[in-house]
């Protein structure tokens, strides 16, 4: 089945990776236009990571996950996902539609772009943004090879520059990613153990 044009007023986009804030280690999925360097960071939560990054180092689950669920049942009942879009940021969030085909017509499913892009990556769809989260959230690098900005220490990739930003991006690693996952779960588990604790007494 032949992918489909997302319209006029939508950027293709390709799935750069998956960093996480330096002070924070917040997960934040990049996507990086097709035609240029503008980058769009959107912050995600960790399962969402996971099940990305999981996917784009080629590793299997020894059970299906969520999206690998998903996944399948669109298969088995004859649908195609076909493309991603992150539509619109409103109020600080993000919002995407999937859209699957299924026996010649087009589904369109509202969903969380990290839910969206963790699909994508699944069933090799195509992702887009529109042009108005482009011109609103995107960073554009024009920074030289040759610079050599020191170390990210802002919390919020909106106040980099883009030699920081591209310090950032060059500097994360898979291994760096999955010891932050694991301080997020054991910070969520200490919550949580304390939050029964206070219950009890």
Wanted: include cysteine; aromatic fraction near 6%.
């Amino acid at each position: 089945m032949s992918k489909m044009s997302a319209g006029p007023a939508m950027r293709e986009m390709t799935l750069y990776g998956v960093s996480f804030e330096p002070i924070g280690k917040q997960p934040i999925v990049l996507l990086k236009t097709a035609d240029d360097d503008k980058f769009v960071p959107i912050w995600i939560g960790h399962p969402e990571a996971a099940a990305i990054l999981m996917k784009l180092q080629g590793a299997s689950p020894p059970r299906p996950m969520t999206h690998d669920l998903f996944a399948d049942v669109v298969s088995e009942l004859q649908g195609e996902i076909v493309r991603v879009t992150v539509t619109e940021l409103r109020d600080n969030t993000y919002y995407a539609r999937i859209t699957i085909v299924q026996d010649g017509r087009e589904v369109e499913i509202d969903s969380r772009p990290s839910d969206a892009i963790a699909l994508a990556v699944r069933c090799d769809a195509q992702i887009f943004a529109s042009d108005e989260v482009v011109e609103e959230s995107g960073i554009e690098l024009h920074a030289e090879a040759d610079e050599q900005p020191g170390l990210v220490t802002a919390s919020s990739l909106a106040d980099l520059d883009p030699a920081e930003f591209r310090q950032f991006l060059e500097n994360v690693t898979p291994e760096e990613f999955a010891s932050s996952l694991e301080e997020a779960f054991e910070d969520d588990e200490e919550l949580l153990e304390g939050d029964e604790e206070d219950e009890l007494s």
